[in-house]
């Protein structure tokens, strides 16, 4: 059964058209607080979100659905998207609720949802709310004496950066650092910049003004031009740039250079697996990894398993064969002995690790491997299925035989829009280009018939 309102990544869209409207989030809480509620004891769920405008309006509609059918109602306030996994399970809550639409621009938001162990839930709950948000809610109301009530908790910040500096080395500090922080003006605009000043780093803020509509907006992991500007200026050691709700991070050297989220996951994977921390001999990325990070690894003896692009198949995979190292290359990054989601400011303080462990500069820590050549095209099309086009499969065979090993060709529809997206990598930047273009041509041509 074709779902209507989750995606891939919870329910996302333009604030204030279906399905990201009050009414649907009131019944999103309702219908999602009478599956999470087993037993008789008071049951609970935590809500955070980040710092747009129309989170105001789906928080208070969530809490009033979520009260309506019974559930006690903890209110976060604005928070990474990690730091509500992580309180879901400190709190001891049925449910967690994240409210926003991570890097996209302010008119746009979203709802995830985390099941009690923080963990995203699976697509057969998201089903059934699904079936609840479309049936007669009335009948999941509680009686008058046993609706919710709401609680704004006022530690939430404090408990999630004690949590993130605790999963530093005992003792490691960060003196001396200076540091850059762009918190996209969303989710982590307060704690992250606290985190690494308790830490003794020296920190410049950038991106810490929200008003609603600037999150994301020139600033953060999309557009970090700014921060690689004040970097160069302050002479920093180090440049952080998260995304809206702080799931994600890209770091920027002293030199002004951007570090992707290949490397950093090298450089983590290479850290832990020398004190004998990683987990299954290796990590878990998606199709969209270079293949120098599969090469580096595999001359360490450690191998790259690769799912489909999306943070959910990353981390499915890592919890079903004991992975504890897992991302993608925009820097979405899952450390689960500390996180059951990507968590920008915990990934951004292992390489902080590294760089105070060595005493080494962050372009020496970070520049593990040379990426090859990789060329990604995105081609638009109104109708039909242009990938089942014989003129496009022809095309896909030939760039396949021409890269032969020395290579990788991926082809893949956009999960969100009317877009196929080529990708090919390879040794040979010209021959890498020549494939893209051909099978790009193939697909236009398709598309137009």
């Not at 990474?80 to 996994?85: E, G, H, K, R, Y």
């Not at 991570?102 to 699904?130: C, M, Q, V, W």
């Not at 003196?175 to 910049?193: E, H, M, W």
Request: with cysteine; aromatic share 4%.
């Amino acid at each position: 059964m074709s779902r209507r309102y989750f995606g891939t990544d919870g329910i996302r869209g333009l604030a204030n058209r279906h399905p990201m409207t009050s009414e649907v989030a009131l019944k999103v809480g309702m219908g999602a607080g009478k599956i999470f509620q087993n037993g008789a004891y008071r049951h609970r769920v935590v809500i955070g979100k980040d710092t747009r405008l129309s989170g105001y309006m789906l928080e208070a509609a969530l809490m009033s659905g979520f009260t309506a059918v019974g559930m006690d109602v903890f209110l976060l306030g604005p928070m990474p998207t990690p730091a509500v996994a992580m309180l879901t399970r400190s709190l001891r809550a049925d449910l967690g609720v994240m409210i926003s639409a991570s890097h996209n621009p302010y008119a746009d938001n979203g709802i995830k949802l985390f099941a009690p162990d923080g963990y995203k839930l699976s697509d057969e709950t998201e089903s059934r709310i699904e079936e609840l948000i479309d049936g007669d809610t009335t009948e999941l109301l509680a009686g008058p004496d046993a609706i919710g009530h709401a609680t704004r908790v006022e530690s939430a910040q404090e408990r999630y950066i004690e949590f993130a500096k605790r999963t530093l080395p005992k003792n490691l500090r960060l003196d001396g650092l200076r540091i850059v922080i762009d918190c996209a003006n969303g989710a982590g605009y307060k704690v992250a910049p606290e985190a690494l000043w308790e830490l003794g780093a020296e920190v410049i803020k950038i991106g810490v003004d929200p008003n609603g509509r600037n999150i994301n907006d020139k600033c953060g992991t999309t557009a970090p031009d700014v921060l690689i500007a004040k970097v160069c200026e302050v002479r920093a050691d180090i440049g952080i740039a998260l995304d809206g709700d702080a799931d994600r991070v890209v770091i920027i050297n002293e030199q002004g250079e951007i570090v992707d989220g290949d490397q950093l996951m090298a450089v983590i994977a290479e850290t832990w697996h020398r004190r004998g921390k990683l987990a299954a001999g290796g990590l878990v990325a998606t199709v969209m990894s270079n293949l120098g990070l599969e090469r580096y690894l595999k001359s360490l003896g450690l191998t790259l398993t690769r799912t489909p692009v999306g943070d959910r198949y990353v981390v499915e995979h890592m919890r079903k064969h004991g992975y504890n190292v897992g991302g993608e290359q925009s820097g979405h990054i899952v450390l689960s002995d500390f996180v059951t989601t990507g968590d920008g400011i915990v990934t951004a303080l292992q390489i902080l690790a590294v760089v105070v462990s060595t005493g080494k500069p962050v372009s020496e820590v970070t520049n593990r491997f040379v990426p090859l050549p990789q060329i990604l095209r995105n081609v638009r099309y109104a109708n039909g299925h242009p990938l089942e086009d014989a003129r496009v499969m022809r095309a896909i065979d030939s760039g396949k035989a021409k890269l032969g090993q020395a290579g990788r060709l991926v082809i893949r529809p956009s999960g969100t829009e009317p877009v196929i997206r080529v990708m090919a990598e390879g040794d040979d930047e010209g021959l890498v280009s020549s494939v893209v273009g051909d099978i790009v041509e193939a697909v236009r041509a398709a598309a137009a018939a």
